[in-house]
């Protein structure tokens, strides 16, 4: 019983996680636009 609750739980974290990234396509886009521009940046001042 207590099993089945903990499992659906998690699977309630998940959804929500998911929910989260597939609601903000953007959001990806930023992160990757974010990584790039941070990587020039740092090649820039080495």
């Known amino acids: 019983m207590s ?3 903990n499992d ?3 699977e309630d974290k998940q ?3 998911d929910r989260a990234f597939v609601g903000k396509p ?3 886009i930023i992160l990757t ?4 521009i ?3 940046v ?3 001042f080495k």
């Open 8 to 10: 659906r739980e998690r």
């Open 15 to 17: 959804d929500t996680f």
């Open 42 to 44: 740092i090649n820039y």
């Open 26 to 28: 953007g959001f990806m």
């Open 38 to 40: 941070g990587s020039i």
């Open 3 to 5: 099993r089945n609750r």
């Open 33 to 36: 636009l974010l990584v790039i």
